[in-house]
């Protein structure tokens, strides 16, 4: 299935996604490419912020760009590396079956799932800067990733357990 239809049937029925996604087996080019793409589509949903930054301030756009590409390429997929770690040891400490893989293909699913609220994210505080608004859209983002988290977690327990 085609992984736009999947990340809408996500927001419908993230265990049923999950559930599907962990039955096709670990594959870790798949897992970077989750990851990869979802790192992407957040660089490319800041550019309405960086361009608000950089007229409002008087700073280079292309600075600020070149900045934020080395954050979400190159820093945050290290970082959601380590967060896929700590999960697994959360639920290793909580005796819960685990696999570091699930723990992984889990997290990059739900960061890639929720980015397209992270690019409404972008766009309104482009366009209105730090509003109740923008911090509503906000708070619906990550909302969205701890649940699909959650709930992925939650299934990849069931497989193992």
Same mark, same amino acid.
């Given at each position: 299935? $085609? ?9 419908? /029925?993230? %265990?049923?996604?999950? %559930? ?22 957040? #660089?490319? $949903? ?16 292309? %600075?600020?760009? /070149?900045?934020?590409?080395? +954050? ?12 896929? /770690? ?12 685990? %696999?570091?893989? +699930?723990?992984? =293909?889990?997290?990059?699913? +739900?960061?890639?799932? *929720? ?9 309104? +505080?482009?366009? =209105? &800067?730090?509003?109740? &608004? *923008?911090?509503?859209? &906000?708070? =619906? ?6 649940? #699909?988290? /959650? ?11």
């Amino acid at each position: 299935m $085609a992984v736009t239809l999947d990340i809408a049937r996500t927001w419908r /029925a993230p %265990r049923d996604v999950m %559930r599907d996604m962990l039955a096709m087996g670990p594959r870790e080019d798949r897992a970077i490419a989750y990851l990869l793409v979802g790192c992407l589509l957040i #660089f490319v $949903a800041q550019w309405p912020r960086l361009s608000r930054i950089a007229f409002l301030d008087g700073v280079e756009f292309d %600075r600020l760009v /070149a900045y934020e590409f080395v +954050s979400w390429m190159i820093v945050w997929p290290l970082i959601f590396y380590a967060i896929a /770690a700590l999960l697994h040891g959360l639920m290793l400490l909580f005796r819960q079956p685990s %696999r570091m893989w +699930s723990a992984r =293909i889990v997290l990059f699913w +739900s960061v890639l799932a *929720t980015s397209p609220v992270g690019l409404l994210y972008g766009l309104a +505080s482009g366009l =209105i &800067g730090v509003s109740p &608004g *923008t911090q509503l859209v &906000g708070a =619906i983002w990550l909302g969205a990733l701890v649940l #699909f988290v /959650a709930q992925g977690l939650r299934e990849a327990r069931g497989l193992h357990g």
